[in-house]
C-alpha cells in the first residue's frame, strides 16, 4: 500500500517549517503553525488506523477509492419488462429495488416497502427488479411465478402476499397466493413455469444488477444511486429535502 500520506505529512511540516522562519517575530503566528502541525500530526495517526483496517479486508486505496467511486455513481436504470407502481411521470423519488423470494431478509423488508408506497405512491415511482441468489434455489422459479402474476397485471398483490412465504417457495404455494390475489388460474398456472423467454428476462435484470453494483438483495436504488442502508426513513427523510 502507497504511504503518500507520510510524504504529504513532512512535506507539510517542511513548509510550516519554511514559513516559521520567515515569521519569526511573531508569536501569533508560530502558535497557528504549531496548531498545524498538531493537525497534521494526528491527520497522519488517523491515516496509519486506517490503512491498518483496509489492509485486515484485504483492500488497497485504490479499491477502496473504487468503491467509493461506485458508492457515489448515480446510475442510469432502465424500466424495462419491470413492474412499476406509483408516479411514473414526475415522481420526487425513483426506487429500484433488486430482490428475490427467497432472501429472508427481502420478505422482512417487504411490508414497510409496502407501507411506504402506498403512503407515497403519488410521490414516488418504485421499480422491481429480480436478483436471485445462486444458492437459493426456489427463488427463480418463485421470479417466474411473479412474471405470471404480472402478465394479469397483479404483480405487487402477488409479490407482498409470496412474501411471507419466503421458508416455502413451491408450485403448490404460488397456486395458494394466485388464488388469494385473485388471479385467473387457468392462465397462472399455464404461464408460471421457468421457461426460457422468463429465464432470459430474470438473467436480464440479474446483468443489470452487475452492472450496477449490486452486492446482494435487497439492494435499493435512489434516484440512480445505490444506498447501503436503505430503510424507510431515509425515504421520508429524502422526500422532505426534495419539497
Known amino acids: ?10 512535506a507539510l511540516l517542511f513548509s510550516l517549517s519554511a514559513c516559521n522562519q520567515a515569521s519569526a517575530g511573531s508569536a501569533s503566528s508560530n502558535a497557528k503553525l504549531d496548531s498545524l502541525a498538531a493537525e497534521v500530526a494526528t491527520m497522519h495517526e488517523e491515516f496509519e488506523v486506517l490503512k491498518y483496517g483496509l489492509e485486515k479486508r484485504g483492500l488497497s486505496i ?29 415522481p420526487k423519488l425513483t426506487i429500484v429495488e433488486f430482490s428475490e423470494f427467497q432472501c429472508p431478509y427481502c420478505a422482512r423488508i417487504a411490508p414497510a416497502i409496502h407501507d411506504l408506497m402506498d403512503k407515497h405512491k403519488d410521490e414516488i415511482k418504485f421499480v422491481f427488479k429480480h436478483f436471485p441468489l445462486s444458492f437459493h434455489q426456489d427463488a427463480g422459479p418463485a421470479a417466474a411465478a411473479s412474471i405470471a402474476a404480472q402478465e394479469q397485471g397483479k404483480f405487487w398483490e402477488f409479490r407482498y402476499a409470496l412474501a411471507s412465504h419466503n421458508r416455502e417457495l413451491n408450485p403448490e404455494t404460488f397456486k395458494k397466493v394466485a388464488k388469494e390475489v385473485g388471479l385467473d388460474m387457468a392462465k397462472f398456472e399455464k404461464s408460471m413455469a421457468l421457461d426460457s423467454a422468463k429465464q432470459k428476462r430474470i438473467d436480464e435484470d440479474f446483468q443489470l444488477g452487475v452492472k450496477v453494483g449490486v452486492q446482494g438483495t435487497p439492494n435499493f436504488y435512489i434516484n440512480g444511486k445505490r444506498q447501503d442502508r436503505f430503510s424507510p426513513e431515509l425515504v421520508e427523510k429524502l422526500l422532505k429535502e426534495a419539497k
Open 1 to 10: 500500500m502507497k504511504s503518500f500520506p507520510l510524504a504529504l505529512s513532512a
Open 62 to 90: 485504490e479499491q477502496m477509492k473504487a468503491e467509493m467511486e461506485a458508492d457515489n455513481k448515480v446510475w442510469e436504470i432502465p424500466d424495462g419488462n419491470s413492474p412499476v407502481f406509483g408516479n411514473t411521470k414526475n
